[in-house]
């Protein structure tokens, strides 16, 4: 594979980990920890991975058709370097895990899990899925990626940069990784 601009690597980097994070989870989980919510109003871990995937495929399409506009109007940035506003890294910030009650967001009901599947298909679809988002960072890189915008998946009148939706994607996983890891503590505490 090519070499990445820092930033992007760092992306990579952290797609990876979050990869890593959910066989860490998952590898030893049984069918029934993995579908078991930990309360009525809570997700069980498998809902948690199959919301990633839905918020996945959600951006995808976004993020390749700005990435083709990027290039067809010449916005290159040869350095690599791409930054987040002031406002930005709040948001990032406030997204990451452990989340605080005052912090917890309701989902729009488009990325709300209705079925899941069985474990080894929806970790299946979340691997391909992380190789489709590194196919889009290498895709990404030389371009000015904070100077194309996609509309949020979650709120289409909200717009934002490529770059920033990039950043989002990976702290976005750390968070419901981490709401799957409680549910299967709490799972697991309850004896289910």
């Known amino acids: 594979m090519t070499s990445l601009s820092q930033s992007l690597a760092s992306l990579r980097n952290e797609l990876d980990a979050t990869t890593a994070r959910l066989h860490a989870l998952t590898d030893t989980l049984d069918d029934n920890v993995w579908r078991a919510r930990p309360a009525s109003h809570r997700w069980s871990a498998g809902e948690c991975v199959e919301h990633l995937n839905m918020t996945s495929r959600a951006f995808l399409p976004s993020l390749r058709d700005a990435l083709k506009d990027a290039r067809a109007r010449g916005l290159t940035n040869p350095g690599g370097a791409n930054r987040v506003n002031l406002l930005g890294r709040w948001v990032l910030h406030m997204q990451e895990p452990p989340v605080k009650r005052q912090r917890r967001v309701k989902t729009s009901k488009r990325f709300e899990p209705i079925q899941v599947g069985p474990k080894a298909e929806v970790i299946k679809e979340y691997e391909k899925l992380q190789r489709e988002l590194i196919y889009v960072l290498v895709d990404a ?45 709490a799972v697991r505490a309850a004896g289910r």
């Open 141 to 185: 890189d030389g371009l000015a990626l904070t100077k194309v915008k996609i509309p949020s998946p979650f709120l289409p009148r909200l717009r934002y940069s490529v770059y920033f939706a990039l950043r989002m994607i990976p702290g976005h996983q750390r968070r419901h990784l981490w709401q799957a890891e409680e549910a299967v503590k």
